[in-house]
């Protein structure tokens, strides 16, 4: 990814005046994300590189555990969604396609359409429980206030849904998908507040977050009247991250399951929803430091920044352009800070604030031996490599390793 190509790349000026902002409001001053219409956002090519990174290691991660993906269509017959009773509800942030179209609605939930699509593939047999699917989309709800990308009308989410014979079967199938969840968040060093009621398989999960808007009294486990104890967390506000709970409606969307002795029965099932945006905000509130924020290594967008030490001559613009190149055809995430009117300093910068742990820096003693200045995030040394020397590469896939390994946002 080259810089000075990038729509947004004015703001990648003055970073760290953004550190002063909650999180959501970080990430569109930075620009990774902006708003024409409140609510919907628009994700810049800086933005959307982080999400489809964050949105496949989530992707591997259920895989890895067996779920399977599913993906359907953005739209939904009204007669669908009003089948799970979801309209009697919530019809007021329903959002309708206008005439002729008006009996479709964008779906502001997943069950209902999943349900009809695989009651159309025909009743399930017992031997294919637990079926467990996930999928990528986005829900839409109109809200009458939004909030940046933290309270908008447009959610992005990873959807769960598993399918269980009986109750004890959903129980137990509630608490893989908690547990994977929670592995998930471990490995991107986050730390997340579980609400969970065991006797029902109804789970909350919560990040620590000032601008949030939830309390442990709003979550699904305290509406469906459960007791837990919030002790000292009660009036720490939280921004919510996932959910599950069982769905009740599978009966009225005609999904049915074969038991052993072929009677046919509606399915045990659990929905469950994590917010990819929300996902990402805690990310970054979680992965501050006082030049920037710290990715893990998956979501990291780059591992290393083609910089110049100086103006952008001819000469080091070719050598520039060469490593670069050659860095992308070896597969790493490499970028090429090249705008025109940027400072070392300011490219340094950025690099600082997106945690990118090498600077491969080019200027003209550089360029007079084919050589590129490795500069660590962390102030080691600077080594120099030669860049017609075959090995240079995986010196610098070396470099990256060893950072990545160290290079962690403080708690």
Not at 255 to 262: K, M
Not at 297 to 323: M, N, W, Y
Request: aromatic share 10%.
């Amino acid at each position: 990814m080259r810089f000075a190509h990038l729509p947004h790349a004015q703001k990648l000026f003055d970073l760290k005046s953004a550190l002063a902002l909650p999180s959501h409001q970080l990430l569109e001053r930075a620009g990774l994300v902006g708003f024409v219409d409140a609510g919907f956002a628009w994700w810049s090519p800086l933005g959307q590189r982080i999400m489809m990174l964050l949105q496949q290691t989530v992707r591997s991660h259920l895989e890895a555990r067996g779920f399977l993906e599913v993906a359907g269509p953005l739209i939904a017959s009204v007669s669908t969604l009003e089948k799970g009773g979801w309209l009697a509800q919530f019809e007021d942030e329903l959002m309708r396609l206008g005439s002729p179209t008006a009996e479709f609605a964008v779906p502001p939930t997943s069950e209902e359409p999943l349900l009809a699509y695989l009651a159309s593939c025909g009743s399930l047999s017992h031997r294919q429980l637990p079926l467990q699917v996930f999928e990528f989309r986005p829900i839409f709800r109109f809200r009458r206030r939004t909030e940046g990308l933290y309270q908008n009308r447009e959610f992005g989410c990873c959807l769960i849904a598993t399918f269980d014979e009986g109750h004890d079967d959903f129980l137990r199938s509630s608490r893989e998908v908690k547990n994977t969840l929670v592995s998930l968040w471990e490995s991107l060093h986050l730390d997340v507040h579980v609400v969970t009621h065991d006797e029902t398989g109804t789970f909350e999960a919560l990040f620590d977050y000032e601008r949030g808007d939830r309390r442990l009294a709003d979550t699904v486990v305290a509406k469906r009247g459960e007791d837990f104890q919030a002790g000292d967390l009660a009036n720490r506000k939280w921004g919510g991250l996932a959910m599950g709970y069982r769905y009740d409606a599978v009966a009225q969307l005609g999904l049915q399951v074969a038991d052993r002795e072929n009677a046919l029965s509606a399915p045990f099932m659990g929905t469950f929803g994590m917010g990819m945006q929300r996902l990402l905000i805690a990310m970054v509130e979680q992965g501050r430091t006082p030049s920037g924020i710290v990715l893990p290594k998956e979501i990291r967008p780059f591992d290393c920044v083609v910089i110049h030490a100086g103006p952008l001559g001819e000469r080091e613009t070719s050598l520039a352009e060469d490593i670069y190149k050659q860095l992308q055809k070896a597969g790493a995430k490499v970028a090429w800070d090249d705008r025109p009117r940027a400072t070392m300093a300011q490219r340094m910068e950025v690099a600082d604030f997106f945690g990118i742990p090498l600077r491969l820096v080019v200027g003209p003693s550089e360029t007079d031996y084919d050589q590129v200045q490795v500069r660590f995030a962390h102030g080691q040394r600077p080594v120099t490599l030669v860049v017609r020397e075959e090995s240079w590469i995986a010196r610098v896939e070396e470099f990256i390793r060893e950072e990545s390994d160290s290079l962690r946002a403080p708690r």
